[in-house]
């Protein structure tokens, strides 16, 4: 096991990381490389998932019934499995987007007005 | 170091537990207080804090576990994670510790023989206390030498005991050999005369009957022998009934009176012996009944000693030195002319430390294993270059996972912990796989450097020091691999990283670079192993091909003992004659001679002379001398130049003869044929001085060695010998299968009595015994050079298949554009020749550099050898050109459209 | 009082912590917690089970340090403050979480 520091971090990064899968989903249905290169595009290349956490994620989002999945064809020609988001998961992206921006609003209370984008 | 504080902290344990609990109590204090600010009763506002705080207890141990749980977790969960990494890419895991088994392997190896050789003390009672006693250098005498390490003659180990106060024991010992039959084809013990002050003085008890005392060793001599264990379970099949039995030594019956612990070899390192008895016992076991005890100038014994408390191997050195006139006063030969007695009295000993026992093996060795350890040093640095290589790439690959944990607040530390232990792991697999490589290297080295005649022993038991040193390679391995990728691979900020995959960010640019000079850095050192290689095996040819002088095959060696025959004399000259007419008369035998000792067979005889009138004494003028019969030269296949061979008619009675070869003539003749010329030969003092007519001048001949400067060399007539021995060797130049005349040579000697014994050899395999240390390095040399050529063209390769990889789409491109295949092929080739030619130029410098240190271990060949050093270059580009040629190929023939698609 | 689902809270505790020992100066863990809760508007709340532990291991990190002092109403209790290695850390994880944040507003608001 990891330090617990690094326990709180994944913690972290595991929720946030659901929202963005569940965020993603939202335009349509995607397979697991088409919702990697979009978190990707979207954060401006500020994430960069790695695709075994990716297929983890998608993993348990399918055990709790957030999304399902079906195979289809991409656009290479190749069979892959397309994620598309289940009404509950729709109604947990409503929940957990409000969560994460009071979380953020108060730690920016805390922490102070957040720098102006470069 | 937040480590260190961790471990302190479990000391510190009550402290922490009392600091916490302050803590706590605080925390509860205050809380408590609000809710009674609030209004709630104290008794209830307590019992609500306390719910609120939770467990004290498993506050308590959550904040203390985090101390050692948290290392050892952290150290496990390392363990675990690095384990289950490795077992995702089984290829580059199986090729890793492979490489590092061998290369930690054959260190481990060439260490141990190392350390059995020079460093392993002896295991006797206090070894540090053992000191061994020799001569100062350029001490002057003279006389005979009959075996290995024979530094003192009896008369002086009895001057010494009664004369020295420095020690509390001293030990005498000479090796020998017994045969143990009593006719027919021998069998030899390895065989040790020893003082009664031997067993005891080094503390060796018997492990069955008892060991050798002070009373074993006096002139009444009721000789005993002691045997090894090895010996008592090779002979006697560990029967304890072998006590009392008797052994058969050179034909003297001599009982077993005890066996020595299997640890004990004796005190030389390199060599084990099987059957000990008392000095006394060589007047016995002599031919003379007088051996050579009483001789003055019969040197056959070795010296050590135990210092007395308070004196060290200096004090006891200076003392040795203080006491040399008396001692050699008192020992002089009678026979020491005048000039070298005066020598004589000025000769001093010393003492040097012993710890590590005595070997004979220890100098001639020294070079060769330092040069052998250098050798496999540079193979495990090659071996690591390119794990630290494939390390670099595995963790391009890992980038974007490194950077996330990085971004995600991981500390840096954190993650080049995580990696280092990968590097770990397999470095400790690597080595624990390496001993076991090391175990059958070291077997196969002894094996290569045995021969029948001198059976090498090494206690090659693992101690401290070995396993040290393999576990210091381990470590040192894997820092030196894993270390700066781990370092690397998180040096990078995040953000650069997330935009690095597939596009060229500068670090990437950067670790590219290092990868480059570690793949030049391994084609330099393996060019450098490549050319040591070829300079060795060069060697060896020459060595295998250099012309002695005489013919090295087709000619079979006897070596005859009639000694147990008995019989005089005066007889011994017409048994010559018998004997080598009965071998000559074999079928298949085209002639046959008598020697005094073969060629190259480590016998040897000195002599001074003094060409036509001068005298010999003192002249400075040395030959070497051997007994030839009629006939040697032309059965030798050595050239008659001038004059004749021996014939029957210079015998006793006649003149005296002697042939010379073509360097005595130039040295002491001026190079004019001395055939009719004579010269004096010296005598020991009182002694007149023989004169001798050349008769005959034969071509130069090796004579101790193959690899010497031809020596002046002269012969005698073996029928003028006076004092003919109980042995001959006889030298057959034969026709045919060699098996069937030895075999025949056995039943035609067998014939004349069944109390001779004899070997019969081929010579080329005498010849080829003396070559053994240099088959030995060729082959070693030549094997690691290999195998450094391998490791490095592997690093080539995968850097080649590496850059290929990043240029795909660079290439798809030019290919849809329309370049052919064999300007793809060339564009990539262009790197991979611009690595190998710096890398080349690098190795060639180094070894020009270099080549120095293998000059005394060569023959023949310049250390800086244009034709080596050419065939290392020509070798190892043919070999990287095939690394780099293949990713280039299959680059040209990818389909270019996939290249250029993003993935 | 009951405990808000803030799972998030967890991965940021360094952060918070330091942030607060930064602006605000030595405190104790008590403070810590109300200094938190009160700013965030009861919106974090810091799980005292989680605070000790973490303080104790910021300190062996060196990123933060502690003396006992006594309190204006007597009591003893241990004064955390922020050291320059800590501020270090504080501006390499106010880094890491700007980034983040950024990252999944942007998400959020892509459209």
Redesign the interface.
């Known amino acids: 096991m990891p330090s617990r520091q690094d326990d709180e971090r994944t913690s972290l990064l595991q929720g946030t990381l659901d929202l963005l899968i569940l965020r993603t989903l939202v335009l349509g249905s995607q397979h697991g490389q088409g919702i990697a290169r979009l978190i990707q595009q979207q954060s401006e290349d500020v994430f960069l998932v790695d695709h075994g956490s990716l297929y983890l994620a998608l993993q348990r989002l399918e055990e709790k019934g957030w999304v399902n999945a079906k195979w289809g064809i991409s656009e290479n020609n190749r069979r892959a499995r397309f994620y598309a988001l289940t009404a509950k998961g729709r109604g947990r992206l409503t929940d957990k987007t409000s969560q994460w921006r009071k979380i953020s609003r108060a730690m920016t209370r805390i922490l102070g007005p957040e720098e102006s984008e470069a | 170091m ?1 480590w260190y ?2 471990w302190r ?1 479990v000391f510190r344990d009550d402290a922490l537990s009392t ?2 609990d ?3 109590a ?2 509860l ?3 408590a ?1 609000r809710l009674i600010e609030a209004g709630m009763p104290e008794a209830a506002a307590l019992i609500a804090a306390r719910r ?3 467990n004290y207890t ?2 308590k141990e ?2 203390r576990d ?1 101390n050692v749980a ?1 290392w050892l ?2 150290l496990r ?1 390392d363990a675990v994670y690095g384990i289950r990494q490795l077992k995702q890419s089984p290829g580059f895991t199986a090729v890793a510790v492979l490489s590092l088994a061998l290369g930690i392997g054959a260190n481990a190896a060439i260490f141990q023989l190392v350390n059995a050789i020079r460093l392993k003390l002896l295991p006797v009672k206090d070894p540090e206390q053992l000191v061994v006693v020799d001569w100062n250098k350029d001490s002057a005498r003279a006389g005979s030498w009959s075996t290995r390490s024979a530094n003192f003659t009896y008369t002086q180990w009895d001057v010494l005991q009664a004369q020295q106060k420095a020690f509390s024991d001293m030990i005498a010992w000479s090796a020998s050999q017994f045969d143990l039959t009593s006719g027919g084809e021998p069998r030899f013990a390895q065989g040790l005369y020893v003082s009664g002050s031997f067993f005891p003085a080094l503390g060796v008890g018997a492990e069955l009957g008892r060991t050798l005392g002070a009373s074993d060793d006096n002139a009444t001599c009721n000789a005993g022998a002691v045997i090894s264990d090895a010996f008592w379970h090779r002979e006697f099949g560990g029967d304890p009934r072998a006590l009392g039995r008797r052994l058969m030594l050179n034909g003297y019956p001599v009982p077993v009176i005890g066996v020595t612990p299997p640890s004990f070899f004796g005190v030389e390192v390199g060599h084990r012996y099987d059957v000990a008895i008392p000095l006394c016992a060589d007047r016995l076991m002599a031919e003379d009944h007088k051996g050579r005890i009483p001789g003055r100038a019969d040197w056959w014994l070795s010296i050590m000693a135990r210092l007395k408390p308070g004196w060290t191997v200096k004090s006891a050195s200076a003392y040795l030195s203080a006491i040399s006139p008396t001692v050699m006063r008192m020992t002089l030969p009678e026979d020491y002319k005048p000039g070298l007695a005066k020598k004589y009295l000025a000769d001093k000993l010393n003492a040097k430390e012993a710890d590590n026992g005595v070997s004979d093996i220890r100098e001639g060795s020294e070079n060769a294993l330092n040069l052998l350890l250098s050798i496999t040093g540079l193979v495990l640095l090659i071996a690591c270059a390119n794990l630290a290589n494939l390390l670099l790439a595995r963790a391009t690959v890992r980038e ?2 490194i ?3 990085l ?4 500390s840096r530390w ?1 993650v080049v912990r995580q990696l280092l232990a990968e590097s770990l792991i397999l470095a400790v697999s690597g080595a624990v796989l390496g001993v076991f490589v090391a175990y059958a290297l070291t077997r196969g080295l002894i094996a290569l450097l045995e021969t029948p005649d001198s059976p090498t022993f090494l206690s090659l038991s693992w101690d401290w020091r070995v396993l040290a040193f393999t576990a210091g390679l381990a470590i040192g391995t894997c820092l030196l691999f894993g270390l700066v990728p781990a370092l690397r691979s998180t040096v990078l900020s995040p ?1 650069a990283a ?2 690095a ?1 597939g596009r060229t960010a500068t670090a990437g640019r950067e670790r590219f670079g290092l990868r480059r000079a570690l793949v030049t850095g391994q084609v330099a050192l393996s060019l450098l192993l490549l050319v040591g290689a070829l300079l060795f095996v060069r060697s060896f040819h020459k060595l295998l091909t250099t012309d002695a002088g005489f013919s090295r095959e087709d000619v079979v060696v006897v070596q005859i003992d009639f000694s147990k025959a008995s019989y005089p004399e005066t007889q011994r000259l017409t048994v010559y004659r018998n004997l080598i007419e009965r071998l000559a008369a074999m079928p298949g035998v085209i002639s046959a001679a008598q020697v005094g000792f073969a060629p190259v067979s480590g016998s040897g005889w000195d002599n001074s002379i003094g060409p036509e009138n001068t005298p010999a004494a003192g002249s400075n003028k040395q030959a070497w001398f051997n007994r030839a019969g009629p006939g040697y030269f032309k059965t030798m296949g050595i050239g008659l130049l001038a004059g004749r061979e021996f014939t029957d008619h210079d015998r006793a009675a006649s003149a005296k003869v002697a042939i010379v070869n073509e360097e005595f003539a130039r040295k002491y003749f001026h190079g004019i044929n001395p055939v009719g010329h004579t010269f004096h030969l010296e005598m020991g003092a009182g002694k007149p001085e023989p004169l001798f007519q050349i008769v005959g001048l034969v071509r130069n001949t090796k004579y101790y060695d193959l690899k010497e400067e031809f020596r002046p060399i002269g012969f005698f007539p073996v029928a003028q010998d006076e004092h003919p021995g109980p042995g001959m060797n006889v030298v057959l130049r034969i026709a045919g299968s060699p098996g069937s005349i030895i075999r025949g040579a056995k039943t035609a000697i067998a014939g004349v009595s069944s109390s001779i014994s004899m070997q019969i050899r081929m010579f080329s395999e005498q010849l080829s015994d003396s070559m053994r240390g240099e088959r030995a390095m060729a082959i070693l040399s030549g094997a690691f050079g290999a195998l450094a050529a391998c490791l490095a063209t592997l690093g080539l390769y995968g850097v080649m298949s590496y850059m290929v990889a990043r240029r795909r789409k660079e290439i798809g491109i030019r290919m849809a554009l329309g370049a052919d295949r064999r300007r793809v092929v060339q564009l990539v080739l262009k790197e991979a020749v611009l690595l190998l030619a710096i890398g080349l130029a690098a190795g060639v410098a180094l070894s020009l550099w270099t080549a120095q240190l293998a000059q005394k271990l060569l023959f023949g060949v310049q250390p800086r050898d244009a034709l080596s050093l050419g065939g290392a270059v020509a070798l190892l580009s043919a070999i990287a050109m095939l690394a780099g040629y293949i990713p280039a190929r299959r680059a040209a023939a990818g389909d270019p459209m996939s290249a250029v ?1 993003i993935e | 009082m009951p405990k808000s689902p803030n799972d998030k809270l967890q991965g940021t505790l360094t952060l918070l912590v330091l942030k607060t020992l930064n602006t605000r100066g030595p405190l104790h863990g008590y403070g810590l917690c109300e200094h938190i809760r009160s700013v965030s508007d009861e919106l974090l709340q810091v799980e005292e089970g989680s605070l000790y532990p973490a303080l104790h291991r910021m300190e062996q990190d060196h990123w933060i340090s502690s003396k006992w002092e006594i309190t204006n109403k007597g009591r003893q209790a241990k004064f955390y403050s922020i050291t320059a290695k800590g501020k270090k850390q504080l501006a390499e994880e106010n880094e890491s979480w700007a980034r983040l944040t950024r990252g999944v507003m942007r998400v959020l608001t892509y459209s």
Do not use: F, K
């Open positions: 937040a504080l961790r902290n600091e916490l302050a803590e706590l605080y925390h204090a205050e809380t207080d609120q705080l939770g498993i506050q959550r904040a985090m948290t977790d952290q969960a974007p996972e950077a996330v944990r971004a995600i607040g991981a954190r953000a997330m935009r995959s698609r």
